[in-house]
């Protein structure tokens, strides 16, 4: 199956949900199905996520020492700023001077010399940090590059002396003595030591030349395996080049086809990078017992290097230890910071509390005042009122009286005129029988 075909129709969304939810149980409980899953790719919508929870790297702290680390100066600026146009020059991410991706680039690595004064700054730390801001933000990658470089010793590959790369280099050139040894016998014959060639490829994982979709994958079992897996991966790109190696004569040609012709094959078919480099099965055993051997060898030919690697060795532990303490006195700093803020704004609110209390004291005394005021005003308009309801009550009752008077007299006249009518109508009868 080719990179291309491994559209979101193929992607297994149940499975890739339940790594971001509980990656550490999925791995414990089925460690075989997510081996097969990585070798498919993580999928582009969580792969920064899926390698934060494989290296453990999620860390608020840490995130916030990024953010301080970013304010202070580094010896190492300007050399980083020169190689950001020459890191990932054809990628658009990274191709534009100045522009968002060289500035994320800068801060990180930036970040890092300031961290990790002893390595300070080497090229080979921007071609993996590359592909982290890729898929994370910022201050997220930062924490991972801390995790590659101690927990999956990438760090010594960078330190002054490189001890780690000639730790990585010398099982190198034992291994394909074992694995390909008439590759190894052909580089012999033409004087050509694994540092002229596989030095990058153990420094940069090899972002120099694979386009950066193809490091993701290379990267994905970077996360589950360990660095050791770069090994697997440069032996695939040497067995699958094997004829055309061999049939290469001069030095130079053969120089110029391992940093770059030797990649050709897997450009257009990375999944078979992965089955081919799958297939390379080299011990945890043989890895420990060609480290012991190199101690060895550095032991017998350069004891001064062990002796100073001691010594910076122990000066690593204090200059941590002295990070700490300024991780803690800063952390300390920004919580008393914060306790005097609270403390002011805890003052102002009582006295703003105080001030409103006082004030709604003084506006429910004006209440009362109006209130006892209206009151007095009322019952004062009332008692108006009824007086002069009661003086319009009693002129109404003294002309009802009157009014009376008058019905009496009306009344009696009437009767009067009712008995002169009867007497007149008794002389007109007496009149009319005459």
């Known amino acids: 199956m080719d990179d291309q075909d491994y559209s979101a129709e193929n992607i297994d969304w149940q499975f890739w949900g339940s790594i971001v939810n509980s990656y550490d149980e999925v791995a414990r409980r089925q460690p075989r199905l997510l081996t097969k899953k990585l070798m498919q790719g993580i999928p582009d919508a969580v792969r920064g996520t899926v390698w934060m929870l494989m290296c453990k790297a999620k860390n608020e702290d840490m995130e916030n020492t990024y953010r301080a680390l970013l304010t202070r100066n580094s010896s190492h600026e300007k050399a ?24 994320s680039l800068l801060h990180v690595i930036k970040a890092y010399s300031v961290w990790d004064t002893e390595v300070g700054y080497c090229q080979g730390i921007a071609f993996i940090t590359g ?13 991972v590059l801390v995790k590659l470089m101690n927990d999956y010793n990438f760090r010594e590959l960078y330190t002054p002396n490189m001890i780690g790369l000639q730790l990585r280099l010398f099982q190198f050139e034992r291994l394909l003595k074992d694995l390909f040894p008439a590759i190894s016998k052909h580089f012999d014959t033409h004087e050509i030591k694994a540092t002229m060639y596989a ?29 050791e897996s770069i090994f697997r991966f440069a032996f695939a790109l040497l067995k699958k080049n094997q004829d055309q190696i061999l049939q290469l004569n001069d030095m130079q040609s053969l120089l110029d086809f391992l940093k770059t012709g030797l990649f050709d094959p897997y450009v257009d078919n990375v999944d078979a990078l992965m089955q081919d480099a799958a297939a390379v099965k080299i011990s945890k055993s043989k890895f420990d017992k060609l480290a012991v051997e190199h101690v060895e060898e550095l032991r017998k030919n350069n004891p001064d290097l062990l002796s100073g690697d001691a010594l910076r060795a122990e000066n690593r532990r204090l200059a941590a230890a002295l990070r700490k303490a300024e991780e803690s006195y800063e952390t300390l700093n920004r919580e008393h910071i914060q306790l005097v ?7 102002t609110l009582k006295e703003r509390a105080a001030q409103k209390v006082e004030e709604h004291e003084i506006t429910v005394e004006g209440l009362k005042r109006v209130l006892s005021s209206e009151r007095r005003e009322a019952e004062e308009q009332v008692k108006e009122e009824m007086d002069r309801l009661a003086q319009k009550n009693y002129k109404l009752t ?5 009014l009376q008077d008058s019905v009496d007299r009306v009344e009696g006249i009437v009767l009067a005129q009712n008995a002169r009518l009867k007497e007149l109508e008794a002389v007109v009868n007496t009149l009319r029988g005459n």
Request: charged fraction near 30%.
């Open 80 to 103: 980083i700023i020169r190689d950001l146009d020459r890191t990932f020059p054809k990628h658009k991410h990274f191709a534009d001077k100045g522009g968002p991706g060289q500035e």
């Open 131 to 143: 592909p982290l801001l890729l898929n994370m933000p910022d201050e997220e990658a930062f924490c």
């Open 199 to 227: 030095s990058q490829w153990f420094m940069t994982v090899f972002a120099y030349r694979f386009p950066l979709e193809i490091v993701f994958r290379i990267m994905d079992m970077i996360f589950a395996q360990g660095l």
């Open 341 to 347: 803020k609270e403390h002011i704004e805890m003052r």
């Open 398 to 402: 003294i002309k009802n009286e009157e």
